[in-house]
């Protein structure tokens, strides 16, 4: 039989979130929808309870990481990818723009767990990181990035554009993507630890979105920015055949994240709904002849079997990412299904709870908004379907673009 069932210790990670998102999410979630770019003070604390987890020697911190008494941390490698996906849907039952915006919780931080050598790990530990790859001319083609860095001395120096980073003016650090020759293509590309408040640094600009507006998005200038050498993640050699696997491998462990937070926004969607269906007189029996259940019930039942499924691919992504196991096709259709599915079902709950749905009265209408964004960064839905047919049908990206 398979065994579909959490782990114990992971079932308490997901209660806890949970808790956090109802209590301490949902409550503001409104007031910073409305409220774009003002940093939701709310979340100070929350990042003094992390803290405080880690000082106490609490197992496991919210981003999924054990940690050892006294605050040092202590990585384990089967469960961390779990529990981090677990944590991020059911935070984003709560709040998908607070979630992106929790202090300390960053996509570059999933970037430097999957890259950055242990002694990095250390000196960026407890560090707010972004993630910076999109430029004005590089959205789902990466590998057309035009930020450059070359070595003077001891520094770094990067020159560039990046857009749309989320947390590039919160984050106490950025991890850029840039690269050490345009000549050679993708192999040149590395990722740079970049402080807040190194020479040369800039935020110019700030999104006004649809949806995630609790969360920042900033534009950057990197303008002769200097930066120590020690802060390339990875190594400094030009290898032509693991370079830009190794920058790509930060998706792997992203994207199921992403994918557990449209799930975890499509959840609270059908939750809300289910409910005021209820109120409207609708049962819910699972049970009778499929051609005798009412449209809308069994809309609903299609609705959850989507999910569930989704919410399945995102666990497996993650579990092959804990064991070690090569997981991008895994980490591509679990977040092509979760965008997709997510757009879907908030979007239909909307529908089926009409005017009431439609109305900022409550809040299906911002997770139809919210979620959108969850089929568009870390690489859009035709982009995961082009990952995943180039794994299943063995091409290189040259070979199918
Ligand atoms: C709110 C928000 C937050 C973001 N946060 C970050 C962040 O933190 N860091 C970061 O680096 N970036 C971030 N991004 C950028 C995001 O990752 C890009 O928007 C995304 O990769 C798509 O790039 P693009 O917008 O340039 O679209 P394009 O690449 O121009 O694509 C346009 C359309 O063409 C399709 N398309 C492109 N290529 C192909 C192809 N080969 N085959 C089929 N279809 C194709 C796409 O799917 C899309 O529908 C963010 C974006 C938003 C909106």
Redesign the pocket.
């Known amino acids: 039989m398979i065994n579909l069932e959490l782990p114990k210790k992971l079932s308490r990670l997901g209660d806890m979130a949970h808790a956090v998102a109802e209590g301490m999410f949902r409550p503001v979630s409104r007031k910073y929808d409305r409220l774009e770019h003002t940093y939701p003070k709310e979340l100070d604390m929350l990042r003094s309870i992390l803290q405080g987890m880690a000082d106490g020697g609490s197992d496991m911190g919210a981003d999924g990481l054990s940690r050892e008494k006294k605050g040092k941390r202590k990585e384990i490698n089967n469960g961390t990818n779990m529990a981090i996906v677990l944590n991020m849907m059911e935070i984003c039952w709560g709040d998908a723009g607070l979630a992106l915006t929790i202090p300390g919780q960053g ?1 570059g931080n999933a970037a430097i767990t999957a890259v950055a050598t242990p002694e990095q790990k250390k000196r960026f530990d407890g560090k707010w990181a ?5 430029e004005p001319d590089a ?3 990466s590998a057309a990035i035009q930020t450059t860095a070359h070595l003077d001395g001891d520094e770094w120096v990067l020159n560039g554009e ?7 003016e919160r984050a106490d650090l950025i991890v850029v993507w840039a690269t050490l020759d345009k000549e050679l293509g993708r192999a040149a590309i590395k990722s740079f630890v970049v402080e807040k408040g190194a020479p040369g640094f800039k935020v110019t600009h700030l ?1 006004k ?1 649809l949806g ?1 507006r609790a ?1 920042d ?1 900033a534009t950057i200038m990197l303008d002769n920015c200097r930066i120590p050498r020690t802060n390339i993640l990875g190594s400094e050699a030009i290898d032509t055949k693991k370079s830009f696997a190794g920058v790509m491998q930060t998706f792997d462990n992203t994207r199921p994240v992403v994918a557990a937070m449209s799930v975890g926004v499509a959840k609270a969607a059908l939750d809300l709904t289910r409910d005021l269906l209820e109120k409207e007189g609708i049962r819910f029996q699972y049970q009778g002849n499929r051609f005798d259940i009412p449209a809308i019930e069994a809309e609903f039942y299609r609705m959850e079997a989507d999910l569930e499924a989704a919410r399945l691919l995102m666990f497996k992504a993650a579990w092959m990412a804990d064991n070690g196991m090569p997981n991008s096709k895994e980490a591509s259709m679990a977040k092509a299904k979760a965008g997709r599915v997510g757009n879907d079902i908030t979007l239909k709950c909307v529908e089926l709870c009409s005017s009431m749905g439609y109305s900022e009265n409550i809040l299906l209408e911002k997770w139809a908004r919210d979620s959108k ?1 969850f089929d ?8 995961q379907q ?1 990952v995943v047919a180039r794994r299943i049908l063995k091409k290189r990206s040259k070979d199918l ?1």
Do not use: H, N, R, W
């Open positions: 996509l972004a993630m910076a790859i999109t959205g789902s083609d990046k857009i749309f980073v989320t947390c590039g999104e979105k995630i969360s998005t964004i568009i960064f870390e690489g859009t839905q035709q982009i082009l673009k």
